[in-house]
């Protein structure tokens, strides 16, 4: 009988051995752990923010001046020419019609001042005859002029009035005019302020007999603001 040849088993061969991963060492960690120190934040403060001071300007103190009349460069004139001294206004006994010019001298007054009131003051006349019934009413006009001659009587119709009186009433009491005060703010540098007056609605009645307001110590007084 055959002999079998016992069949040789294979020595396992050893598988080479997997290398050993060396363990990862971690830090240790000596003492406490950090600790984390928090970022400052902007903590609003309540500090004011400074601001301009406003600058006090004081209010100006109203100057008040009384003007009267400069009595050389007032006056009457007649319709016929003739300068007269007395400031007389209305019609003469020859049926002349009579124009009163007053001047004031207002150099005291700075350039610069504002005028707030003016108050004008004729108060001081007499009368003569019936004006304010023969000839209504009286009025005031701005004009200016030198020494008073034939040619500052007034021809042309009169326009802009600055006071107006109707009666010997109304002329006896001292009252304020905005015109007046404007008027005045106009001239201010100029060294005079000049008016006329008349009866410009009836220049005469012709009834051969005096109507005349005849004024005295005519005055303006004036209140203002200094530049």
């Known amino acids: ?14 598988a080479p051995p997997t290398p050993t991963e060396e363990a990862t060492s971690l830090p240790t ?3 406490a752990p950090p600790t984390e120190t928090p970022t400052p934040t902007n903590t609003p ?6 601001t301009d001071t406003p600058t006090h ?19 009457m004139v007649l319709s016929d020419g003739t300068v007269d001294l007395p400031e007389n206004v209305g019609d003469t006994a020859a049926d002349l019609a009579a124009q009163a010019f007053l001047s004031f001298d207002i150099s005291t007054i700075p350039v610069g001042a504002t005028i707030t009131e003016v108050e004008v003051d004729f108060s001081d006349f007499d009368i003569l005859g019936t004006p304010f ?6 009025r005031v006009y701005e004009q200016a002029y030198e020494e008073l ?5 007034f021809t042309d119709v009169p326009i802009d009035e600055l006071v107006t009186w109707c009666t010997d009433l109304e002329l006896a009491a001292p009252d304020t005019s905005d015109l007046m005060r404007d008027a005045l703010q106009a001239n201010i540098g100029n060294s005079l302020f000049q008016l006329r007056l008349q009866f410009n609605e009836v220049e005469t009645d012709n009834d051969g007999a005096e109507d005349l307001v005849r004024l005295g110590e005519a005055q303006l007084t004036i209140t203002y603001n200094p530049p």
């Open 1 to 14: 009988p055959a002999t079998q040849t016992p069949t040789e088993r294979p020595t396992a061969t050893e």
């Open 29 to 31: 960690s000596t003492g």
């Open 45 to 50: 403060t309540n500090t004011p923010t400074p």
């Open 57 to 75: 300007t004081p209010t100006p103190v109203p100057v008040v001046v009384v003007l009267t009349r400069d009595e050389d460069l007032s006056g």
């Open 133 to 138: 019934t023969d000839l209504n009413c009286l």
């Open 149 to 153: 001659d034939s040619s500052d009587f």
